[in-house]
């Protein structure tokens, strides 16, 4: 019913850039907190960001922080992750998810994408 679509994965050298999007269909993304997460073959899942609704507070996980920025572009009904520095370690399948409040706890978000490759290797 409430869908969310990622794109922008692709790959990458060590040190380049990525620009993820994720995209609402069917409800205003702006109503909603909106986290990314992402997991590695073999390793848990890892929350990357959040951005709250309305306000647009943001949250870093620490391994990202600094190289990282998310943000909404209402216009759209998207939220943006860009990556910057992007290390051969930042290689996983990366999702998006919404939620009522902003966390990096999966269990928290009810609606999620199907996620985005992303891809760090020389």
């Known amino acids: 019913q409430l869908q969310l679509v990622e794109s922008g994965g692709g790959l990458v050298q060590p040190g380049g850039s990525l620009r993820l999007s994720c995209a609402a269909s069917?409800?205003?993304?702006?109503?909603?907190?909106v986290g990314w997460f992402r997991q590695a073959p073999g390793k848990e899942p890892e929350g990357v960001s959040c951005?709250?609704?309305?306000?647009?507070?943001?949250f870093y996980a620490g391994s990202v922080k600094g190289r990282f920025t998310i943000s909404r572009d209402n216009a759209k009904n998207t939220v943006s992750l860009q990556m910057n520095s992007l290390k051969p370690e930042d290689t996983a399948f990366y999702y998006c998810?919404?939620?009522?409040?902003?966390?990096?706890?999966?269990?928290?978000?009810?609606?999620w994408g199907q996620g985005t490759q992303v891809t760090v290797s020389s």
């Open positions: 951005i709250s609704s309305y306000t647009d507070n943001t």
């Open positions: 069917g409800f205003t993304l702006d109503y909603y907190a």
């Open positions: 998810a919404a939620a009522e409040g902003c966390s990096l706890i999966r269990a928290n978000f009810g609606s």
